[in-house]
Nanobody, 119 residues
């Protein structure tokens, strides 16, 4: 069982930066693939970024590639999302997710943190 708690959201002007954190409980954090998703008002939840259990492999949605960076610290049971050059269209609730399934079906989710980018 893994519990995830996001933090770091807030209000920022376009062009600014935020760093989201996701703290995980459990002693097996290092064995999970971790990801960030987001959901904007009136839209479906979408994939943002994913990181392998050892932090070596990362994947990004095209919309955030070059602006966002996902990383993890297994010693601290934490995954991060550094968001730079934010745009109003990045406004959404951001969710942290975890999976240990080869099919990448995410079975653990955080409660979400709001990111609002003003123009």
């Amino acid at each position: 069982q893994v519990q995830l708690v996001e933090s770091g959201g807030g209000l920022v002007q376009a062009g600014g930066s935020l760093r989201l954190s996701c703290a995980a409980s459990g002693r097996t954090f290092g064995s999970y693939v971790m990801a960030w998703f987001r959901q904007a008002p009136g839209k479906e939840r979408e994939f943002v970024a994913r990181i392998s259990w050892n932090g070596i492999a990362t994947y990004y949605a095209d919309s955030v590639k070059g602006r966002f960076t996902i990383s993890r610290d297994n010693a601290r049971n934490t995954v991060y999302l550094q968001m730079n050059t934010l745009k109003p269209e990045d406004t959404a609730v951001y969710y942290c997710a975890a999976t240990n399934s080869p099919s990448l079906i995410y079975n653990y989710w955080g409660q979400g943190t709001q990111v609002t980018v003003s123009s």
